[in-house]
């Protein structure tokens, strides 16, 4: 069974400042994985995603995310936070040929000014 | 434009009426999804199809229903089994088995009183 952790349930950041969002999954073989971020009463936008190939992989609004297999992580990084960026992130997960996405329970982003 | 669309965007319903939320996307994908999301929880998954008129219980399917009988839609009944109804609903689609992410679209609010 595969699943997905995000610690930190609510993070503060100083504008401009890094931005660091943590995911770890749990699964047999080497997952999809993606992040997704969701403004209030909105649906979810993909920022990115990891499938093959390159393990550091960019995405929309200056965010990117690493997928290091040894420590089965793929966290989430901006290095200057903006106050656009204040929104819920998820990350999940996807196994090669299964239907299913399986989430995060999301990390809530406060920017401060 | 193409999109995923749910309407309403608000519903409000007394207990013990069955209700059913729209979704429709003309992105001409073959796989769509339904997923519910409470606060703390994350997403998660009650039912989705792969193919007209077939369709999978996702990790939550009692109290709901489906059915899939155009490509282009895929309504969500809630039903008066459903014990704690309240929450908010996204709809999401992906081009197929080949395909790695979901699109989301904007979801709708239930509440039922």
């Known amino acids: 069974a595969q699943s997905v952790t995000q610690l930190g349930s609510h993070v503060s950041v100083s504008e401009g400042a890094l931005v660091l969002l943590r995911c770890n999954y749990s699964?047999?073989?080497?997952?999809?994985l993606f992040w997704y971020v969701q403004y209030p009463n909105q649906g979810l936008q993909l920022l990115l995603k990891y499938t093959t190939g390159a393990t550091l992989v960019k995405g929309i609004n200056g965010f990117e995310a690493e997928f290091k297999k040894s420590e089965t992580s793929f966290h989430l990084t901006k290095p200057s936070a903006h106050m656009s960026d204040a929104a819920e992130y998820f990350c999940?997960?996807?196994?090669?040929?299964?239907?299913?996405?399986?989430f995060g329970t999301g990390t809530r982003l406060t920017i401060i000014p | 434009d193409g999109g995923i669309t749910q309407s309403p965007k608000y519903l409000f319903r007394k207990e013990g009426q069955n209700v059913t939320l729209s979704c429709e996307q003309n992105l001409n994908h073959d796989a769509m999804y339904w997923y519910r999301q409470d606060p703390g929880q994350g997403l998660r998954l009650i039912y989705y199809s792969q193919i007209v008129n077939d369709f999978q219980k996702g990790d939550i399917a009692e109290g709901y229903s489906v059915s899939r009988e155009k490509k282009e839609s895929f309504p969500l009944t809630v039903t008066s089994a459903q014990k704690n109804p309240t929450a908010f609903y996204l709809c999401?689609?992906?081009?197929?088995?080949?395909?790695?992410?979901?699109?989301f679209g904007p979801g709708t609010r239930l509440t039922v009183t």
């Open positions: 999401a689609s992906s081009p197929g088995t080949r395909s790695y992410e979901q699109y």
């Open positions: 699964s047999s073989v080497p997952p999809y």
């Open positions: 999940a997960v996807r196994l090669f040929g299964n239907e299913k996405l399986t």
